[in-house]
């Protein structure tokens, strides 16, 4: 069982930065695959971006250029960096891990463990 407990969100300007972390618990990150989604209000769950354990990502053409993801294995945690955000970035952002695959999933059902949500707001 792995518990995700995400940080860092908040009330941000146009073009502003935030980081959010993702730390796990109960068991270690190993080989798990790690991503985040978001979910705007009356809008499906989104995907983000993913990470692999060895450190290989995958990132949606709506934030690529922008957002990075990135993992501290040692540390158990989860980031992710966004930079230039803008105003349709708004939404609750979550963290979720899954068992590695060939092909890293960009759908909800590939990942087991989620963490509660950290919202962010990007005003103008």
């Known amino acids: 069982q792995v518990q995700l407990v995400e940080s860092g969100g908040g009330l941000v300007q146009a073009g502003g930065s935030l980081r959010l972390s993702c730390s796990a618990s109960?068991?270690?990150?190993?080989?798990?695959?790690m991503a985040w989604f978001r979910q705007a209000p009356g809008k499906e769950r989104q995907f983000v971006a993913a990470?692999?354990?060895?450190?290989?990502?995958s990132t949606a053409d709506s934030v690529k250029g922008r957002f990075t993801i990135s993992r501290d294995n040692a540390k158990n945690t989860v980031y992710l960096q966004m930079n230039s955000l803008k105003l349709e970035d708004t939404a609750v952002y979550s963290c979720?891990?899954?068992?590695?695959?060939?092909?890293?999933?960009?759908?909800?059902?590939?990942?087991?463990?989620w963490g509660q949500g950290t919202q962010v707001t990007v005003s103008s």
């Open positions: 990470v692999r354990w060895s450190g290989t990502t």
């Open positions: 109960g068991r270690t990150l190993g080989t798990y695959t």
């Open positions: 979720a891990a899954g068992a590695s695959r060939p092909v890293m999933s960009v759908s909800p059902r590939g990942y087991d463990y």
